[in-house]
């Protein structure tokens, strides 16, 4: 006479093995992998909120690919925890850019690249760390200009 196979209980027990590490693994994922990769860092008060701010211009007439000054200053260094807050000001009557030459991102501040800069209408970046960030207008290329991060007297 021929046996049917039955079903083990070892079966049933791996099955609910497998579910429960699943949801932990899940769990953890969620509640304790993603909040620390996403966190931003602890920095002194001094760098979140400078004294001072840098302004950046974009001068009426940048457009023109002739006209020899478009981002005024061209090139601006900003020490940490003095004006590390940039603003670039578009008086010009285009909308403009500004794009970083090769990408990056601030470890507090995220991505650093605008859209599209409306005339009259500013974007706004802080900077929380080192760093030299030659960048342009995406729509303009001639248009060009250079931002180098420096230790501030008050962080180093």
Known sequence: MLSIPTSSHAYGIG???????AAI????????????????PILPDKVIHPGQ???ITIITGSVNQDQQQNFVPKKQEVQLGVDNLVVWTNQDTA?????PDSSFKDAYSGDFGSDAIMPGK???FLFTQETKIPYYCQ???WMKGEIDIVPGALTS
């Open 15 to 21: 099955l609910v093995a497998v579910i429960i590490g």
């Open 25 to 40: 693994g899940i769990g953890y994922y969620q509640l304790y992998y993603i909040p620390e990769y996403n966190a931003k």
């Open 53 to 55: 701010t840098t302004q």
């Open 95 to 99: 909308a403009h850019y500004v794009t």
């Open 122 to 124: 500013t974007y706004t």
């Open 139 to 141: 729509v303009h290329p």
